[in-house]
């Protein structure tokens, strides 16, 4: 396929070279810094663009569903971390994945789990380690960087198993950032506070190989701490408007989008009727608590140039409303049904989460190739 | 299977006799009036409830994506009406569904897309008829029911080429109602307004043999009127916590929920992380503007049994933060990680389009079954 007015609407554009560039970009910093990288699989949850990672940051990678490791396995990782807090009855399909090639650890922040994965280890006869999950603002699950008496009981728990491999946090809080200055302290505070457990299971005896923090906006500052082992990161591979937001991308690096058709002209509501709905675009309004609201989208000509102050005021199942944002002179453009515009999401994640594949625009070789992507637990 | 702690979670579970009770209701609802009833099939986008409907409404069905007509058509529904305003890319696919089993009715709103319609089918040598749609509070597509001139020019293009079938309305307004009298006026509204433009289509000698409205609030309200030849809903199959605000459920008749497993207790913000984030129960946040606001759900038992004032108060990708209502004195049930929950959804078509299938509790025979669902255009 060449053209994009060939495609079925509503569907997913990635811009081939925009992806390779924030590729390119978390690698060159990571490089830097001598330390490893694991990228997120959630966002993508693509075989294409995990053979790509392989390439960049070599074997590791982070899961939130199993679904990722079983579809993704064999695409070069074979070292996979999974995010969520396990829970026993996951164990089973999570021991059916292993392999030679393909080493998973979970994360666990209670006694009584931990206790639950060695005794299923040794009962199963396989080897499924564990990373502490630390929690250092209090918002989900995770142990207090600071709970000395959990994290050495857990901690020996998993050791004494040959089970126990470290520490894991994640900076949520950087989402909520905007300038450079709050995100330097953030990644700080992060890697400060992971380091305190590290030490108080150090002076246990208890070793933390893995040291594992990060998010995209953290991971993007220039904060350095040689004490971390491994960052992490994921929406950086399509970033979106809510990064933009965060000040860690421009909005011309974003690199996914949603095709979509004009279906109707509402003259009397100055709206153009677009075919993608909460469906095709997700209710995310990750940037109405930015400085600059979004709505459901910016909206961009079909070729993706930006339409300034255009965006999607409202969705419904299939279908979008797109209006000048409140205030702004701007005009819409000038389009008729049948023709076709761009979104750019609020937030990666959940407009991909959406779909079942991604059209990818190379505009090096004029082709735009199909990418099968996957969802679900 | 029998025991819901045997299933992996995230996963949606559709209690059986419930679903068949919301039929039902709607059935006898229906066949009082002696109007025909066309179901939308978005909801569910199920083979297995497609096939039920088939039973207790007949050969007609609504469809919200061409994905719907090709995977559901075989279901014993011969005649499609797809919801969206049509766009003459989308004609192909359509006349490829097309056969003596299965006719498909599109919706128009531009004299522009009627000539196109009108010269493909002369082209294809097929039948694709038509409808007008009527947009009566002005919110998204549609031709305003007064609106003389537009009418009788795309329903007399469609009607020289054999094509006019006849109108269609939908009372979106209907959704942010929540009490009796104000769905009697806008049931009310949505029939005498749609019985304009049927007026002036007859001064001009266009008869609509389809006059089709429809919500699934106005629809169960107690209004009637003969002149309306059928109805249409969607989401009762299922209801929702958004229903429930607009009065036209108990929170009881909610079929769908989502099954979730504790996986940490936050004894800090006194909270319960479950497994089930935006992924498992979309971002749908419909109740924040009814008189009583759910959060992202309505918190269960495993069993099913409600838990007063405990909501979903956050979610991140693949975790949902359980917490008691703000300013109520319930306590948090007495629960560890491992064990399960059930989720009540904003609404069902948002939480629905994020699984591929269902798990159906039949408390009759003690079995859950599962019935696979789809999502896509």
């Known amino acids: ?224 701490n040689d004490a971390i082992n491994e960052l992490r990161a994921g929406v950086f591979v399509f970033f979106d408007l809510v990064q933009t937001g965060i000040g860690i991308c421009n909005i011309e690096d974003i690199a996914l989008s949603v095709l979509t058709s004009v279906i109707s002209v509402n003259r009397e509501i100055d709206a153009i009727i677009v075919d993608a709905g909460w469906m095709a675009l997700s209710r995310d309004r990750g940037t109405s608590s930015q400085k600059t609201d979004f709505g459901y989208g910016q909206v961009c000509l079909e070729d993706g140039t930006i339409i300034e102050d255009v965006i999607v005021t409202g969705v419904q199942q299939e279908h979008g409303i797109i209006q000048v944002r409140k205030g702004s002179e701007a005009l819409l453009p000038n389009i008729k049904p049948g023709d076709m515009l761009r979104i750019l999401p609020n937030h990666a994640c959940a407009t991909a989460a959406a779909h079942d594949r991604y059209y990818v625009n190379d505009k090096i070789t004029g082709e735009i190739e199909v990418w099968d992507k996957f969802n679900g637990w």
Chains 1, 2 share one sequence.
């Not at 294409?48 to 390439?55: A, D, H, L, P, Q």
């Not at 292993?98 to 209670?110: K, M």
């Not at 009962?123 to 000395?148: M, Q, T, W």
């Not at 299971?201 to 990060?214: D, Y």
């Open 1 to 224: 396929m060449q053209n994009l007015n060939e495609l079925f609407t509503p569907c997913l554009i990635v811009e081939k070279s925009k992806l390779i560039n924030n590729i390119e970009r978390l690698s060159s910093r990571i490089f830097k810094e001598k330390t490893k990288f694991r990228p997120h699989l959630k966002t993508a949850k693509c075989k294409k663009i995990t053979e790509i990672f392989t390439k960049y940051f070599g074997s590791r990678a982070m899961v939130s569903t199993i679904e990722e490791i079983e579809q993704l396995k064999d695409c070069g990782i074979t070292d996979f971390l999974y995010s969520v807090a396990i829970v026993p009855n996951k164990l089973k399909r999570i021991a059916s994945c292993l392999s030679d090639n393909c080493q998973v650890t979970v994360s666990i922040d209670h006694i009584s789990i931990a206790n639950e994965l060695v005794n299923f280890c040794k009962v199963e006869g396989c080897k499924i380690s564990a990373v502490i999950e630390l929690d250092f603002d209090g918002h989900r699950s995770g142990v207090r960087p600071n709970a000395e008496k959990q994290l050495i009981e857990i901690g020996k728990c998993l050791s004494d198993a040959g089970l126990f491999r470290g520490v894991m946090s994640h900076a949520g809080a950087s989402y909520n950032l905007s300038n450079n200055q709050d995100l330097l302290k953030c990644a700080k505070n992060e890697a400060e506070q992971t380091l305190e457990a590290v030490r108080i299971l150090k002076n246990a005896s208890l070793s933390c190989n893995l040291v594992t923090i990060g998010s995209t906006p953290t991971v993007l500052t220039n904060y350095n």
